[in-house]
């Protein structure tokens, strides 16, 4: 079994019913009512970024990684909620705290980024690569699609006024 972590989008008119959803309700926003669909089925407000999460936080905050680009991994960043995933609790970033996130990664020199996606010495100790021990061109290029995923996907909810909850299934 492995550990993949999935960002999902939260408006702001959501982030205090969140706050105090109940496990439950906070499943049935997740995953939908029997029969219907949730923020799970809707790729406007979950990104997945399965097993490529570590490799791209290591393109966005390095290998001294500091916060905010640390988001994925940091549980400092943001609050913790009260629904269980399958690797531990949600974390919920608000609003404000997203735009700045936004704003680091857009802030980032493409210089940078791609050192960090050509660092096949650290990558390839990283987990998915570090279980086969190499990191080829195909896994740069699938790394470099996540981050470029979870890029468009943190600055549209900045732009939207959103907030983040970051979990691990």
């Known amino acids: 079994m492995s550990v993949n972590i999935r960002v999902y989008r939260v408006f ?4 205090e019913p969140l706050r105090r959803a ?3 309700e906070l499943q049935r926003l997740l995953f939908g009512p029997e029969g219907g669909t949730g923020w799970e089925m809707d790729p406007d407000r979950m990104l997945d970024l399965e097993k490529s999460w570590l490799a791209v936080n290591h ?6 990684g500091r916060p905010p680009l640390t988001f994925l991994v940091d549980d400092a960043i943001g609050e913790s909620i009260d629904y269980e995933f399958t690797y531990g609790p949600g974390r919920l970033v ?3 705290l997203a735009s700045e996130i936004a704003a680091s990664i857009s802030a980032l020199p493409s210089a940078t ?3 960090r996606l050509d660092d096949a010495s650290s990558m390839s100790q990283l987990y998915p690569f570090s279980i086969g021990g190499s990191y080829a061109p195909e896994h740069r290029a699938w790394v470099a699609a996540s981050f470029s995923e979870l890029t468009a996907f943190v600055c549209r909810a900045a732009k939207l006024d959103c907030g ?3 979990g691990s299934a």
């Open 12 to 15: 702001g008119s959501e982030v």
């Open 22 to 24: 109940t496990e439950k």
């Open 59 to 64: 393109v966005l905050a390095g290998s001294d």
């Open 94 to 96: 608000e609003p404000r």
């Open 113 to 115: 980024i791609e050192a």
């Open 164 to 166: 983040l909850l970051v």
